[in-house]
Structure formats: C-alpha cells, structure tokens
C-alpha cells in the first residue's frame, strides 16, 4: 500500500521557520522524483520544490527560490522541506507528490499558517 505521510507543518510567526517531511512506503522511493507542492485557499496548486530520484538535482518555484530548501534521503525514505524566512503569503496546505513516468502518487497535506 502506497503511502505519503506529511508532517512538520503549524502556525509560525513572519520570519520563521519549518521543516516539513515526508515519509513514503509502499513504493520504490529512489526511483522517483519528489515534489513539495502547496495550495491556498481560492487558488489553484502549485508547484514549490522538486528533486530529482538520486537527490542530484533541484528546482524551486521563484516564490520559494533563496528561502525553501528540499532534500531527501533515500535510506529513511523520506523528503524534506526546509522553509525559512516565512512570509503571510506561505501559508497553504503543503502537499509530498511522487511522480515516475506516468505514475503520481500524492499524500494528505499537512496545513502551514504563517501569522503574528
């Protein structure tokens, strides 16, 4: 059984930090490409980081470019999110996708609230 299990997220001050993971079973975890996408209420979701199966290559969405950082380890099978300098605009329900080839697997979400 497949399975993404997000965790991590909460209610930080502007300026803040978290770090969200992701922790996958079920599948062949370093054989596909993970991503960290978000979705804010009214809007559509969007794309925040990816990282390629080996872990060599990332990419970042501008919004998060300078402030975000994903990693993964592909012994405890699991992907990360560093997020610092946390804006108001941040806050989403932050969503662990795995994707190879035309197979997408797509975890719970875990709620992030950046508030004063």
């Known amino acids: 059984q497949v399975q993404l299990v997000e965790s991590g997220g909460g209610l930080v001050q502007p300026g803040g930090s978290l770090r969200l993971s992701c922790a996958a079973s079920g599948f062949t975890f370093s054989g596909y490409t993970m991503s960290w996408y978000r979705q804010a209420p009214g809007k559509e979701r969007e794309l925040v980081a990816a990282i390629s199966s080996a872990g060599g290559s990332t990419g970042y969405a501008d919004s998060a470019k300078g402030r975000f950082t994903i990693s993964r380890d592909n012994v405890k099978n699991t992907v990360y999110l560093q997020m610092n300098s946390l804006k108001p605009e941040d806050t989403a329900i932050y969503y662990c996708?795995?994707?190879?080839?035309?197979?997408?697997?797509w975890g719970q979400g875990t709620q992030v609230t950046v508030s004063s």
């Open positions: 996708n795995a994707k190879r080839y035309y197979t997408n697997y």
